[in-house]
């Protein structure tokens, strides 16, 4: 039986390799082996900062809630726990939406949670 060669399967390999490093600083986007740990590095990376963004929208929503609140002579804690005890079920995102965008909408919800 023939020896089979594999340079056809390895070219294409690369070549779908590189074209993943491509914008990468110099020699990391042209040589193999440089641009193949770099962007297995960076697949880690975004697989990782794939799960951290949403952390860090939580944290910009409780941010802007929280100067919201303060604004109107409430604290963060409180807001959101009288929430609850009047049992309105409103998410974070919704509640940051609200302060930027609708300020009557949440200063009717702050006049709510300070009668309780």
Same mark, same amino acid.
């Given at each position: 039986?023939?020896?089979?060669?594999?340079?056809? !399967? *390895? +070219?294409?390999?690369?070549?779908?390799?590189?074209?993943?490093?491509?914008?990468?600083?110099?020699?990391? +986007?042209?040589? =193999?082996?440089?641009?193949?740990?770099?962007?297995?590095?960076?697949?880690? =990376?975004?697989? +990782?900062?794939?799960?951290?963004?949403? %952390?860090?929208? +939580? %944290?910009?929503?409780?941010?802007? /809630? !929280?100067?919201?609140?303060?604004?109107r002579g409430i604290s963060y804690s409180k807001f959101i726990? $009288?929430? %609850?005890? *009047?049992? /309105?079920? /409103? %998410?974070?995102?919704?509640?940051?939406?609200? *302060?930027?965008?609708? !300020?009557?909408?949440?200063?009717?919800?702050? $006049?709510?949670?300070? !009668?309780?």
């Amino acid at each position: 039986m023939p020896r089979s060669k594999s340079s056809v !399967t *390895a +070219r294409r390999r690369h070549k779908r390799l590189l074209k993943r490093a491509k914008g990468f600083w110099g020699g990391r +986007r042209t040589r =193999y082996r440089m641009a193949r740990e770099t962007v297995q590095k960076g697949m880690m =990376y975004a697989w +990782r900062d794939r799960r951290k963004r949403k %952390n860090e929208f +939580r %944290n910009l929503w409780i941010a802007r /809630i !929280t100067a919201a609140c303060r604004e109107r002579g409430i604290s963060y804690s409180k807001f959101i726990g $009288a929430l %609850n005890k *009047a049992k /309105i079920l /409103i %998410n974070r995102k919704m509640l940051a939406e609200l *302060a930027v965008h609708d !300020t009557a909408a949440f200063d009717k919800l702050a $006049a709510l949670v300070k !009668t309780k």
